[in-house]
């Protein structure tokens, strides 16, 4: 099986990503179509719209779907805070569908991928300019491959920032572990900390994460489907300060019909 890395044209730090990548790495035409590119298991692939909207995957890519293991984008991270961070997230839309997607509905998810992969990157990082973290599912494109964005923030200068450039690649080419019980992250802020900071102090994977935020029109519809699209999962790690009581219930009731863990952090 292969992990197809995906850049678009339309995105700067994913230019700058994909640049440094097939500088770093030998990447060459193998069979598998006149855009792609091959290393080992990994393929590579340019696409004109930004990821976010990607809705032709199927239509470029379905060829090859069946050696498809899960997608990788590569792309700039936003912050009106200007926050220096690495961030890998799930993709999907608890509500509105702003930046692609669809309105509440979830893409698959990749928790031995992503998981794998922000560890690799926070265990190669010994500086303290960028900040290594998840973030909370959010935005398309709506994909059933499993899926995940890798990103860099929030300007040129940290786009094109080798340091950073070396981190991402360094996460792209980790090690997945596959004998790890997968969670659904409940609670926080954006960056979801508590759930980051246990995902990297055990050995768990997480799948898709849902914020403080996302958790005040969640119903649970979008529970059972966070669930459903996270692979292997087996209960929830939740911020117990980060998560309010109505869903806190919510969440509970549904634990304990489908004998699945809670983990309070």
Not at 109 to 116: A, G, H, L, Q, V
Not at 204 to 220: F, Q, R, T
Request: proline letters at 3%.
């Amino acid at each position: 099986m292969m992990h197809l890395i995906i850049a678009s044209k339309q995105d700067e730090a994913s230019l700058s990503m994909a640049g440094h990548l097939l500088e770093t790495v030998e990447f060459t035409e193998d069979g598998f179509g006149p855009d792609i590119l091959k290393h080992g298991e990994y393929l590579f692939s340019y696409i004109e719209e930004r990821h976010l909207f990607f809705n032709e995957f199927d239509h470029k890519y379905g060829s090859i779907r069946g050696n498809i293991d899960d997608v990788i984008f590569l792309s700039r991270h936003s912050s009106a805070a200007d926050v220096k961070s690495i961030t890998v997230h799930p993709t999907g839309n608890y509500g509105e569908a702003k930046l692609g997607g669809m309105e509440n509905t979830l893409s698959v998810s990749d928790p031995r991928k992503m998981t794998s992969a922000l560890r690799s990157m926070a265990e190669y990082y010994s500086g303290s300019d960028f900040s290594v973290t998840f973030e909370a599912t959010h935005h398309g494109p709506l994909l059933g491959v499993p899926n995940f964005f890798i990103e860099i923030g929030t300007k040129s200068e940290q786009w094109k920032n080798r340091e950073a450039l070396d981190i991402v690649v360094h996460g792209l080419f980790s090690n997945a572990e596959t004998n790890l019980d997968s969670f659904v992250g409940v609670g926080g802020g954006h960056y979801m900390p508590k759930i980051t900071k246990y995902a990297l102090e055990n050995h768990v994977n997480i799948g898709h994460m849902i914020s403080k935020h996302a958790l005040e029109n969640i119903n649970e519809g979008l529970i059972m489907e966070s669930i459903r699209k996270t692979g292997n999962c087996t209960g929830f790690i939740m911020d117990k300060k980060g998560t309010k009581s109505k869903p806190k219930e919510m969440i509970t009731k549904i634990a304990k019909n489908l004998n699945l863990e809670i983990i309070y952090v």
